[in-house]
């Protein structure tokens, strides 16, 4: 009588009750609101994911791209078509060891610095013996293997166009890695730094002064007031810019002298005589010659045609 007395409080109720029952399914019964409110709310989930991927998509163009130039953008779209990421390359055997061990030196030296903590992992790779380093060796040709058949599959499905934005992407990347290296050896090998302009000590004096809320703010302020002063008032900073090309020229001969002996003569610098500036008279002969060329050739053209 009691179950008589109190049916079915709400379809959430029935639902359960009859997947309690085995082979028995829930009388279709109209939505509630509550079910509504969901069904709506999951919807709504739905189209939030799709704009955020479609956002997200949108972010990776713009920092692909880096300022929306047409050329940029149009090799970023290049790349960008293929719905397979680029394959990564594996790490090396160093960097496998560093990685696995890095957690253990840093909880040794709690007191130790990023680097310090990384010079120790480094003397520990040093001292590590062949048969050990092995292990590690083999784990990265593995992934090497890996990665030559997954970047096999990367490139088969680009496009030629994407083919060629990837291979110039590799040129630019390769350009800056040796960039980078031939400025590091200079900078080992202790290379004088080139001198100063007037204006570069002139920034150098009043940069913390200056008014700016960013570094680019404070420079452009700088250049303003550089470009108000006086002859007079650039006068000492000019001159200190003459004296610090002295000081450039003494030490590159010095260093140049020390790379002959060290056999990197690749290091100096050409001897070939700079073209001299042109003066007012010299370019004024050089029209001239040019303007008496034109009017011979006409005046040749003009006996040609008469023939």
């Known amino acids: 009588m009691a179950a008589a007395a109190n049916p079915v409080a709400s379809p959430r109720d029935g639902l359960r009750g009859a997947a309690a029952v085995p082979g028995c399914r829930a009388a279709a019964a109209p939505p509630s609101r509550a079910q509504a409110r969901q069904v709506g709310m999951a919807a709504a989930l739905?189209?939030?994911?799709?704009?955020?991927?479609?956002?997200?998509?949108?972010?990776?163009?713009?920092?692909?791209?880096?300022?929306?130039?047409?050329?940029?953008?149009a090799a970023c779209l290049a790349r960008?078509?293929?719905?397979?990421?680029?394959?990564?390359?594996?790490?090396?055997?160093?960097?496998?060891?560093?990685?696995?061990?890095?957690?253990?030196?840093?909880?040794?030296?709690?007191?130790?610095?990023?680097?310090?903590?990384?010079?120790?992992?480094?003397?520990?790779?040093?001292?590590?013996?062949?048969?050990?380093?092995?292990?590690?060796?083999?784990?990265?040709?593995?992934?090497?293997?890996?990665?030559?058949?997954?970047?096999?599959?990367?490139?088969?499905?680009?496009?030629?166009?994407?083919?060629?934005?990837?291979?110039?992407e590799r040129r630019k990347r390769l350009a800056k890695r040796r960039s980078f290296k031939a400025k590091?050896?200079?900078?080992?090998?202790?290379?004088?730094?080139?001198?100063?302009?007037?204006?570069?000590?002139?920034?150098?004096?009043?940069?913390?002064?200056?008014?700016?809320?960013?570094?680019?703010?404070?420079?452009?302020?700088?250049f303003d007031a550089w470009q108000k002063l006086s002859s007079t008032q650039k006068q000492p900073y000019l001159q200190l810019a003459e004296d610090d090309k002295v000081r450039y020229e003494n030490e590159m001969r010095s260093w140049e002298a020390k790379m002959v002996e060290l056999g990197r003569e690749d290091l100096i610098r050409s001897k070939k005589p700079r073209p001299k500036k042109k003066t007012a008279e010299t370019e004024e002969k050089t029209a001239t010659a040019k303007a008496s060329s034109h009017e011979n050739k006409a005046k040749l053209q003009l006996k040609r045609s008469e023939e």
Request: hydrophobic share 40%; with cysteine.
């Open 46 to 73: 739905g189209w939030l994911g799709r704009a955020a991927a479609l956002v997200g998509g949108a972010q990776r163009l713009l920092r692909c791209c880096g300022g929306g130039a047409a050329a940029a953008a």
């Open 80 to 168: 960008g078509i293929s719905s397979v990421e680029r394959p990564k390359r594996p790490i090396s055997a160093y960097f496998r060891f560093l990685k696995e061990h890095h957690a253990a030196f840093r909880q040794k030296n709690p007191e130790a610095s990023s680097m310090e903590v990384i010079k120790k992992i480094a003397d520990a790779w040093k001292a590590l013996p062949v048969s050990q380093k092995q292990a590690y060796e083999e784990a990265r040709k593995t992934d090497w293997q890996k990665y030559q058949e997954q970047m096999a599959s990367y490139k088969a499905q680009l496009t030629p166009a994407q083919a060629a934005a990837l291979k110039e």
């Open 184 to 222: 590091r050896e200079l900078t080992v090998l202790g290379k004088p730094k080139r001198p100063r302009s007037g204006f570069n000590i002139f920034v150098s004096e009043n940069f913390k002064e200056s008014e700016g809320v960013s570094p680019v703010a404070k420079l452009k302020q700088l």
